[in-house]
């Protein structure tokens, strides 16, 4: 029989497991496109089975112990009905949780959704440390958003139907411009503050890390003011399903897989944040470094 630790001992472990979670680095939990709904499989979109592999991923965030786990936006495929189902499940991830916005959330009635996700505002800073973390709606600009600035969403929607752009579609939505001074303000103070910056959204602002039909609205103004603000780190978005990444002008873009058309284990993700740069690790034991440049 093993004898019981001393009370030296045993404040001696304790110190030294504090240590041990000093010297951790930060890291915090990522999911995308969970778009759960209680209806047929389309194509590769398997609505019902969305819940049973976002259980699949929660398990494995809570024995990871990030600061926190957020979800990239379209976490139902619409339906006021299926929203209180995905976001019991979420809950699971563990007791720091927080959410974006997307275009199949957009569909719901205003009300209902942000009431359900606890969101005081559809956009948000945190401040960490070393680090702040910008969340961005990009929603807020939107003809699918009629509670809020739909004329700014048509006007976005027009001007790249007449470009032929390809990401001209209704699905895509902006950030008003309310948004973006806002944005242009967390940076600033970012700056002041020697800070570095992670930014999440819904949609993908660089073209080389999706497919061009997924980007954002007004992709190259918002990517405009995270490159001129000097101190964004990295960009993650969902939307694209198949997922990227690319780095570009200091900041690595990564959209990450829909959890909605891929296995958990490709999806779940983690990222650690160091000195020079972030490791992204996902369930099934991949890893990634993005090194940061200089």
């Given at each position: 029989?093993?004898?019981?630790?001393?009370?030296?001992?045993?404040?001696?472990?304790?110190?030294?497991?504090?240590?041990?979670?000093?010297?951790a680095p930060s890291s915090?939990?990522?999911?995308?496109?969970?778009?759960?709904?209680?209806?047929?499989?389309?194509?590769?979109?398997?609505?019902?089975?969305?819940?049973?592999?976002?259980?699949?991923?929660?398990?494995?965030?809570?024995?990871?112990?990030?600061?926190?786990?957020?979800?990239?936006?379209?976490?139902?495929?619409?339906?006021?009905?299926?929203?209180?189902?995905?976001?019991?499940?979420?809950?699971?991830?563990?007791?720091?949780?927080?959410?974006?916005?997307?275009?199949?959330?957009?569909?719901?009635?205003?009300?209902?959704?942000?009431?359900?996700?606890?969101?005081?505002?559809?956009?948000?800073?945190?401040?960490?440390?070393?680090?702040?973390?910008?969340?961005?709606?990009?929603?807020?600009?939107?003809?699918?958003?009629?509670?809020?600035?739909?004329?700014?969403?048509?006007?976005?929607?027009d001007a790249a139907r007449?470009?032929?752009?390809?990401?001209?579609?209704?699905?895509?939505?902006?950030?008003?411009?309310?948004?973006?001074?806002?944005?242009?303000?967390?940076?600033?103070?970012?700056?002041?503050?020697?800070?570095?910056?992670?930014?999440?959204?819904?949609?993908?602002?660089?073209?080389?890390?999706?497919?061009?039909?997924?980007?954002?609205?007004?992709?190259?103004?918002?990517?405009?003011?995270l490159e001129q603000s000097?101190?964004?780190?990295?960009?993650?978005?969902?939307?694209?399903?198949?997922?990227?990444?690319?780095?570009?002008?200091?900041?690595?873009?990564?959209?990450?897989?829909?959890?909605?058309?891929?296995?958990?284990?490709?999806?779940?993700?983690?990222?650690?944040?160091?000195?020079?740069?972030?490791?992204?690790?996902?369930?099934?034991?991949?890893?990634?470094?993005?090194?940061?440049?200089?």
């Amino acid at each position: 029989m093993t004898p019981p630790l001393s009370r030296r001992a045993w404040l001696s472990a304790a110190a030294l497991a504090s240590t041990a979670r000093a010297a951790a680095p930060s890291s915090f939990g990522l999911i995308a496109d969970i778009q759960y709904a209680d209806q047929r499989t389309a194509g590769a979109r398997a609505y019902r089975n969305s819940l049973r592999k976002l259980a699949a991923c929660a398990a494995w965030f809570q024995a990871q112990h990030p600061q926190f786990v957020l979800q990239l936006g379209d976490l139902v495929d619409g339906g006021e009905q299926n929203l209180a189902a995905a976001v019991t499940a979420f809950e699971a991830v563990g007791r720091v949780r927080y959410h974006v916005l997307g275009n199949h959330d957009a569909t719901l009635p205003r009300e209902s959704l942000v009431s359900a996700l606890s969101l005081r505002q559809s956009w948000s800073d945190h401040g960490i440390g070393a680090w702040r973390y910008v969340l961005l709606d990009s929603t807020d600009a939107s003809v699918l958003n009629a509670a809020l600035h739909p004329g700014e969403g048509r006007a976005l929607l027009d001007a790249a139907r007449a470009a032929k752009s390809a990401n001209a579609q209704e699905w895509n939505g902006g950030l008003g411009q309310a948004q973006i001074d806002w944005l242009s303000r967390v940076l600033d103070h970012t700056r002041r503050a020697r800070q570095r910056a992670v930014v999440f959204c819904h949609q993908p602002v660089l073209a080389e890390a999706c497919r061009p039909e997924h980007l954002l609205l007004n992709h190259r103004q918002v990517l405009a003011c995270l490159e001129q603000s000097g101190v964004v780190a990295a960009y993650f978005s969902g939307h694209d399903h198949r997922g990227g990444s690319a780095q570009k002008n200091g900041i690595h873009h990564v959209t990450l897989k829909g959890l909605v058309e891929h296995p958990p284990e490709e999806c779940a993700t983690i990222v650690e944040l160091h000195a020079g740069g972030l490791r992204l690790r996902t369930m099934d034991g991949h890893e990634r470094w993005l090194a940061f440049a200089g």
